[in-house]
Nanobody, 114 residues
């Protein structure tokens, strides 16, 4: 059983920053799974934003590269997403997901105003 709780979303002006956090409650070994952040804007498919492997290697979507940093703390079972220089097109519901487990959190809304 895995429970994922995302937090940190909100309304921010373009150019602003937000830090999203995802806390995992599980009896599984969190440190063994890659973790990803995904987002879904209204009327669009869910897309990958960033991911991090168990050994800390990161990858980013081209649309956010240079503006977003993913990090993890295996001692706390958390994964964060620092987002800077936000743009209106970043508006979406953001979800975290263990890449090898079939669970999703409830998501957190990010809204970027012009």
């Amino acid at each position: 059983q895995v429970q994922l709780v995302e937090s940190g979303g909100g309304l921010v002006q373009a150019g602003g920053s937000l830090k999203l956090s995802c806390a995992a409650s599980t009896t599984r070994t969190f440190s063994l799974t890659g973790m990803g952040w995904f987002r879904q804007a209204p009327g669009k498919q869910r897309e990958s934003v960033a991911s991090i492997t168990p050994d800390g290697k990161t990858s980013y979507a081209d649309s956010v590269k240079g503006r977003v940093t993913i990090s993890r703390d295996d001692a706390k079972n958390t994964v964060d997403l620092q987002m800077n220089n936000l743009k209106p097109e970043d508006t979406a519901v953001y979800y975290c997901k263990p890449l090898t487990w079939g669970y999703w959190g409830q998501g957190t809304q990010v809204t970027v105003s012009v």
